[in-house]
């Protein structure tokens, strides 16, 4: 099937491209691009005004299948995915069975291909069950295919354990993504510990318990000599530390979730659940030094950290309730709305972070428009504001911390591997 | 001033003007406590329903004579004997009591926020009775009434806050209130008690008590709370008591009159010592008896807002 998509504005960092262009897809691959093309269809797509970009690839996303499929499905993430603009997404361990060896592997794949509507890859534990004391067999999980490691949710204690699994995984070229807190630190907080925290009366999570285990997994990655990838990260003395890092010529590399630079610990204030996400929503220096960080290089990718919970689990005291804010259908508004707008990244700049840099971190080939790559690409309109709303996400979980606020940017259509999966 | 809020959630959200008209609206209440028919129609009809997650004898005993000053009918209810021990949510704990058709929920929570979550919930009034670590606005309330009926202002007072500041409700409160109103506040804890940016609401931190005691036209005394959940640094009892102990020997480099107040439970000789709390310048007692006017204005104040909801002439 061939689709002409025209007169977009063609936003493709990997080809150097930002004009005024036609794409066509055929056979699932983007098959030409041209300033006008012709060609023999009846599928065609006037793009002008709009943005035609890559599809996004999320490479933070807790699809909580299998074992939590209350809060979420592969199905119903992967399908709230498209309607975000995003196309592939990294799937986190922390499932239940957590994803620590072959077999789960075997068991996710299996959900993956009867019932997600999006291209799901696989991270895998870096300890088994996510205990923090015995390392998965990387080399067996190489052979299923997986594309990065992280205990994300917790950080694997035991340094001595952790250098062990930073050797092994730069053995078998596997990422490891890091999940910086030290739980001595933050023990019990529940929101930034600050002047927010005193004034609801809330323990406070320092930002110690980050920036210490960001510098200690910076120390033991390079004693390895393995790359690593920080997730989402939250204050300034880790950015300070990622790019000291980053100077030195070491393979670090780190994301930041959309709450992160958009919202401050005031927004938890009246104590909304949804605020509630780990590491806390910091102080507004640490909003916009986090900006400054995507506007600077410092942070290399945006990822959502999309984190289902039921109402059960959220509609209940601050302190009592879980951690996690879905995203798959906000980050691209998100970015638009607080980046774009307020000219911390261009157009190129947001591709980057959102598709090309983590396609390229992960090692997988997608993030860009390339003749002869997968068709994965959306067309959105960049101007457009809309109000999220509670009854209209798509996700199974409804824990949005922007229920109720304006955003500017929707996606039109979203073409997965040449079909479209979803128009608006 | 109009009252116009159908909740009591904490001083933070108040003005001066609602402060003030609580403090007024309590004062003439006052005097029915001194009548022999301790009682007037005001709340006649209306239900009010303490619920308490958490012990009181004080916070809970005074609302509900408040309540029934004012001829409410009131019901305790307390949770360790109700279905919250077969794991009913608060939101539907509160939900069922409105369904009863209860008209004020007076509730006592250890999670800080409990009080607004309930709030946000029903359509009937919360009062706040004391939220994790983060407010308990009556007691300030009738703490900041007690400074004025003894010393006649709150503005341009110095009080000093003595104890567990970090854990404490009482002290937010009283911080917030006091702040409102015009009196210079100063904080005095180990520094293991001192919470994070406290500065930000405007007090004046110190771990020197003779310095925070010096100037005081007032001291509150907290309660050092040893069965509020112990985090790991916490200071021992007896050396508490030596470096922040209030006795008598120390008041004597105090001012001459200077007030001493305690929200109550006293722990004798670990904050207070027996002297002082039964000595001249304590008003421990006479807070209690305050804590009566103020749950009175409260409740009334409140139960007003209800009342215009339902009239019809209202929203025509």
New interface residues.
Partial sequence: MKILIKNGRLVDPQNNLDAIMDILIAEGKIAQVARSIQADTQNIIDATDKIVMPGLVDMHVHLREPGREDKETVASATQAALKGGVTSVLAMPNTNPAIDGAGQVRLLREIIRKSSLANVFIAAAITKGRLGQELTDLAALKKEGIAAISDDGTSVDNQDLMLGALKNAKQQNLLVICHCEDKSLSANGVVNLGFTSTRLGLRGISKESEYTRVARDIQLAKNAQAPIHIAHVSCQESLDLIAQAKKQGLKVTAETAPHYFSLSEEAVLGYDTNMKVNPPLRSRQDMLSLKQALKDGVIDVIASDHAPHTENEKAIEFERAEFGAVGLETELAVAITELIDKGFLDWPGLVRKMCLNPARILGINKGALTVGADADLIVVSPDEEWTVKKEELWSKSKNSPFIGKKLRGVVEYTFLGGEAVYKR | MVWNKKDLLGL?DLTKEEIGLILATAESFKEISTREIKKVPALRGKTVVNLFYEPSTRTRVSFEVAAKRLSADVINIATETSSVKKGE???DTGMNIQALKADIIVVR?N????A??LARQVDISVVNAG?????HPTQALLDIFTLKEKLGKIEGLNVAIVGDIAHS?VA?SNIWGLTKLGAKVTVCAPKMLI????E??GVSVTQDIDEALKNADAVNVLRMQFERDADAAFPEQLDYFKNFGITEERLKKAKKEIIVMHPGPINRGIEISSEVADGTNSVILEQVTNGIAVRMAVLFLVAQTQEKKDDPLDSA
Avoid: V, Y
């Fill in positions: 933070e949510t608060l939101i929570h999670a800080s926020g409990a607004a979550m939220d994790g670590w983060h407010e409700r937010r919470p994070t940016a406290i930000e609401m």
